[in-house]
Nanobody, 123 residues
Framework: QVRLVESGGGLVQTGGSLRISCALI????????MAWFRQAPGKAREFVAV????????RYSHTVQGRFTISGEIATSTIHLQMNDLKPDDAGVYYC????????????????WGQGTQVTVSS
């Protein structure tokens, strides 16, 4: 059974930094593209960033480009999202996502979701 196990998150002041992580647990040992999405109260879940193991390729939402960095740790099949210069609009539940078939840059392309981790940004 494939699982995505998230860690990190918490409360940070505006302008601060936070790192969240997500480990892919697949009994077959496979790795496939992983991404972060986020959802604020009353809003739709939105794409944040994606990581491809095959070529270390990345893609970001324009709202986080230049402030967030996604990276991968192959030994543990874990991705990290380093979030700098956080703003109140960055607050929400951050969900790890993965798909063995697609590069998950849209929620409809996601096959697996993590349980979510809360990020709160105080102004």
């Amino acid at each position: 059974q494939v699982r995505l196990v998230e860690s990190g998150g918490g409360l940070v002041q505006t302008g601060g930094s936070l790192r969240i992580s997500c480990a892919l647990i697949d009994p077959s040992g496979s790795r496939y593209p992983m991404a972060w999405f986020r959802q604020a109260p009353g809003k739709a879940r939105e794409f944040v960033a994606v990581w491809r193991w095959s070529d270390s390729g990345t893609r970001y939402s324009h709202t986080v480009q230049g402030r967030f960095t996604i990276s991968g740790e192959i030994a543990t099949s874990t991705i990290h999202l380093q979030m700098n210069d956080l703003k109140p609009d960055d607050a929400g539940v951050y969900y790890c996502a993965a798909s063995p078939k697609w590069t998950p840059t849209s929620a409809r392309l996601v096959d697996y979701w993590g349980q979510g981790t809360q990020v709160t940004v105080s102004s």
